[in-house]
């Protein structure tokens, strides 16, 4: 939620639809199911005003409330939202034929993400049928400080503007292996622009390896990222460094292409 004196100073602002989406955020793997009084701990704000989100919600039919435990828990019309964007979103529709040859190329489950404030979140998805140690659905997000995708949107953004997004990322030791310090992860990043593209392993997710390259938009603005997933049960960081590499580029560089010649 915004601070409140910077909602009341701007008269177009509606606090009622802010609300209104906090309460929908608010339902997540940890809360899959709430009370009211849940809801109003949830998005801080007062057990009256959370009554009356969630009543709208209801009749609108984005939660529902389950008639034995009484709890409200989303409805699959929540999805709507999120169709909306892919199906409006043109660099998704560009991707997918490069996205699913890379795939092919690779053997291995192949992402693409768009930046959203501190992270990056998946919009394309061509899984493999090996074995991969996580599993992230479209609409999963990621850090862009410790992940192979937000390096290699950061290293393409002009230096301050990185710097700022890292200064504000929590940094939190997220596996052994998890760089946190920014002059670490500057000198990641320096590394992924001369190279093109950018490797993480394990500072995520023990066991997950990636391998990411920027995407760009006609003003050479980065816009997203694809990576292709190389699971350390398979892959070394050399090997997928010297194989992989190589066709996420190339994958990176076509989708680029196709979305300048869009405009």
Not at 115 to 123: I, Q, R
Not at 201 to 225: C, H, Q, W, Y
Request: glycine share 4%; charged share 25%; proline share 5%.
């Amino acid at each position: 939620m915004r601070d409140t004196d910077d909602n009341t100073a701007d008269p177009l602002f509606n606090q009622s639809l802010e609300k209104g989406l906090a309460v929908l955020c608010a339902f997540n793997a940890q809360r899959r199911t709430m009370t009211l009084g849940d809801v109003a701990e949830a998005t801080a704000i007062t057990k009256s005003s959370a009554q009356r989100m969630v009543y709208t919600l209801e009749a609108l039919g984005y939660i529902c409330k389950h008639p034995k435990t009484r709890r409200y828990q989303l409805t699959p019309k929540v999805m709507e939202v999120g169709y909306n964007y892919l199906a409006a979103d043109i660099l998704v529709d560009v991707a997918n034929p490069f996205l699913s040859e890379l795939a092919n190329a690779t053997g291995e489950t192949v992402n693409l993400t768009e930046p959203n404030e501190l992270d990056m979140v998946y919009v394309g998805r061509f899984v493999s049928s090996k074995f991969i140690p996580i599993h992230m659905p479209i609409g999963s997000r990621i850090p862009m400080y410790c992940t192979a995708s937000g390096r290699a949107y950061l290293s393409a953004l002009e230096r301050g503007e990185a710097l700022a997004i890292l200064e504000a990322s929590d940094r939190s030791v997220r596996t052994p292996h998890t760089r946190t310090e920014v002059k670490d992860i500057v000198q990641v990043l320096d590394q992924t622009r001369e190279r093109g593209f950018s490797c993480n392993k394990e500072e995520l997710f023990l066991g997950d390896m990636t391998l990411a390259a920027p995407i760009f938009n006609s003003e050479r603005r980065p816009v997203a990222s694809v990576h292709v997933v190389a699971p350390t049960s398979r892959w070394t960081q050399e090997e997928a460094e010297k194989k992989l590499a190589p066709l996420v580029l190339e994958c990176a560089r076509a989708i680029s292409n196709s979305v300048r010649a869009l405009v």
